[in-house]
């Protein structure tokens, strides 16, 4: 075989580069998508009423398992990886589920809301594992016009998330809190908004990618001059610390919400089945169903080692794929360079209590941005549908049957309690709707679409 035989033989995501710019491109990777990693754990702690200390502990396991789901996914396993350059993080998509059993008092204390959610991050795992590869021949039955409607409930199921941190908690330490739905809570939140913005309309490059964290910067800087807060709280703990596995206890239970964290799940496979195929257009390399078998593998595996690290679940992130297209760096080596920076990060607790530090308004603020770009992201999504009379039935149904436990929570209030627990999160809702519409318009009756008036 000659030379010019053995390189065309070579994957373009196979290429080596040096070290030393295998960690400044996969340390360009975290950046892009730090503030999207660390935003569940937050919300999910926020809602759930944790200690300044297990919020930490969350923001820290969020890093740890992305840094290895990374790992598993770029440089893969048998059977396990898709050998892509996709970086893992903790899906968004989870955060609806989530925060409606983070929230739900009649479940328990807040360490058995989180064993809960950890329990059906578990379970719901292991069967998106197991199903993984059948997922790969069924993708057919999640179409742009299935998961637009659910992406799009997504971003519009955590808008309310952001304007309960603008106003803040009522209580704080079981005293009044004296800044709840105040007019600098609402300046800080929109100063932040306005600063990304204006950062990601004028920043160039690296800065205007980085808008939402430098944003989160600024409007925590201004909230220190006004006194709004406690660095003292980052010095109290390690600097480095080993993961602490179940943290909160053994995993619990509930059939309600590990049906309703499987149904997020496969939304979370048909996200990373779109990242696979757009990965590889971009780097013009083959993707068949057995190499998204293997990628959907890693992603589900991750998902199900991540509770025991007091992790959520796994998915890969679309935005890197975007970062790949515009920097050209193809190599998977470069992603697993930026897995390792994500393990590392993970190991130093401290980060953790300074994201901690950071004032619910500002989060806010920063939160309208990133929450309406997951809505946006949907709208992109469904601007793929063709709108025949069948799809805007769809569409209009799945959205409004979503919108229900977002706008008007008590119509199932008196439902058995899994009924209940699956339908008050609007993405399970929308999930299901969509899928079982798409099933009845699209697959199993043809009907003539009506000529639109002209």
Not at 168 to 197: C, E, K, R, W
Request: hydrophobic letters at 55%; one cysteine or more.
């Amino acid at each position: 075989m000659t030379d010019t035989d053995e390189t065309t033989t070579v994957r373009p995501e196979d290429e080596k580069v040096p070290v030393g710019k295998a960690f400044f491109f996969g340390l360009q990777h975290i950046l892009a998508m730090y503030a999207g990693v660390v935003s569940p754990p937050i919300i999910i702690a926020s809602a759930a009423g944790l200690s300044p200390a297990d919020q930490a502990l969350l923001v820290t396991a969020a890093l740890f398992v992305s840094g290895l789901g990374t790992l598993l996914q770029s440089l893969g396993l048998p059977y396990v990886g898709s050998q892509l350059p996709l970086v893992q993080g903790v899906s968004f998509a989870a955060v609806g589920t989530m925060t409606a059993v983070a929230t739900n008092e009649g479940i328990g204390d807040p360490a058995a809301r989180m064993a809960t959610i950890f329990g059906a991050v578990l379970v719901a795992g292991l069967i998106g594992f197991v199903i993984a590869p059948v997922f790969a021949s069924l993708v057919r039955f999640f179409p742009p016009v299935v998961t637009g409607c659910v992406i799009t409930i997504i971003g519009l199921s955590l808008f309310p998330v952001a304007l309960r941190w603008i106003r803040g908690n009522q209580m704080i330490g079981g005293q009044p809190n004296p800044n709840y739905a105040s007019g600098t809570s609402l300046l800080l939140g929109f100063l932040t908004l306005v600063v990304t913005l204006a950062i990601a309309r004028f920043g160039r490059g690296l800065v205007s990618r980085l808008a939402v964290m430098l944003g989160l910067v600024v409007g925590t800087l201004v909230a220190t001059l006004m006194g709004r807060v406690n660095w003292g709280a980052v010095a109290n703990g390690p600097i480095f610390a080993l993961p602490q596995p179940f943290h909160f206890g053994w995993p619990l239970f509930s059939i309600g919400v590990i049906v309703s964290m499987t149904i997020v799940i496969l939304v979370i496979m048909a996200e990373t089945t779109a990242d696979l195929l757009a990965v590889g257009e971009i780097l013009d390399t083959d993707v068949d169903k057995k190499r998204i078998a293997a990628g959907l593998r890693a992603d589900m595996a991750a998902t199900t080692v991540s509770p025991v690290f007091n992790g959520m679940p796994i998915s890969a992130f679309a935005q890197n794929v975007g970062m790949v297209a515009i920097t050209g760096i193809k190599s998977r080596f470069v992603v697993a360079a930026g897995g390792a920076i994500l393990v590392v990060l993970g190991l130093l607790p401290v980060l953790g209590r300074v994201m901690n530090a950071i004032p619910q308004p500002v989060l806010g603020g920063a939160g309208i941005v990133l929450f309406g770009s997951v809505a946006a992201a949907g709208i992109r999504t469904l601007s793929k549908v063709e709108f025949t009379n069948s799809n805007i039935l769809i569409v209009a149904t799945a959205i409004g049957v979503g919108l229900i436990p977002i706008t008007v929570p008590e119509v199932y209030t008196h439902l058995p309690t899994w009924l209940h627990q699956i339908v008050e999160s609007g993405i399970s809702a929308t999930a299901i709707v969509a899928v079982l519409l798409n099933l009845a318009f699209n697959h199993f009756t043809k009907t003539e679409e009506p000529t639109p008036d002209r």
